[in-house]
């Protein structure tokens, strides 16, 4: 239990650090953010004593240091926002190929009971609610990378030394990157949930928390499985 909360901790000061380090344009601020960064993702492994996950953390603070002595510095700020948004997009789109199950789809049955016969109207449904989610995050890793590109004054461009003829705030990708997208994936997410229960009124879920409580011991499965069409358990 404390180290979920410890993790919820991390996750919430990442995005506010960034941010703050782009306000004030601030080194440490930066190195402080990535460091939170990598330490949600290997907390974990390093409590458990894993010699990756340690050895990890160790690159990772000797890159920090070497780069906190130059203006890349603040290459790695922009690479978690570009890399998390295509990588779930990639994770959603790669279901979509023919012969797989759309990974909305594995999900609704590992929601449902094995032997529960699904609403006719769902697998399309799942489809292209799919092809959605994989939309949407590539769009705003696209943007997010557009902005990263073109911002100034430690935009990507300009510390590589190409000087593009336009340049957008460097505030600007922060607010898109650490605000706005959370908000674009939240309101999507509450409006698909609204028109879901009220298209499909029959789920095994009582609520928004229910579901999502369900879905978070769900969705390892349904990732990391083959996900072929007679490789998936449920109703076909």
């Not at 990639?90 to 759309?102: C, K, M, Q, Y």
């Not at 928390?209 to 879905?215: A, Q, T």
Request: proline content about 8%; hydrophobic content about 55%.
């Amino acid at each position: 239990m404390l180290l979920k909360a410890l993790m919820v901790v991390l996750a919430v000061s990442y995005p506010l650090l960034a941010h703050m380090a782009v306000r004030a344009d601030s080194v440490p601020l930066t190195v402080a953010s990535i460091a939170v960064l990598a330490l949600l993702v290997l907390l974990p492994g390093l409590l458990r004593g894993n010699v990756a996950a340690w050895l990890t953390a160790l690159a990772i603070a000797g890159a920090l240091a070497l780069l906190s002595q130059q203006s890349l510095i603040w290459l790695p700020l922009y690479a978690p926002a570009v890399l998390s948004d295509l990588v779930v997009a990639w994770v959603f789109a790669r279901t979509l190929l023919p012969e797989r199950i759309p990974l909305v789809l594995r999900i609704v049955r590992l929601l449902h009971p094995p032997d529960e016969h699904l609403n006719p109207g769902i697998p399309r449904y799942a489809r292209r609610l799919t092809l959605a989610w994989a939309v949407l995050f590539s769009a705003l890793g696209l943007v997010s990378l557009t902005l990263a590109l073109f911002a100034a004054p430690n935009g990507i461009l300009l510390l590589v030394g190409i000087r593009p003829a336009v340049t957008v705030s460097q505030h600007s990708w922060s607010v898109f990157a650490n605000f706005i997208e959370y908000l674009i994936v939240a309101a999507f997410f509450a409006l698909e949930y609204g028109y879901r229960r009220h298209r499909f009124p029959e789920q095994p879920y009582s609520n928004v928390l229910d579901f999502l409580r369900r879905m978070r011991s769900v969705a390892p499965e349904a990732i990391v499985a083959d996900g072929r069409r007679e490789g998936v358990p449920g109703p076909t």
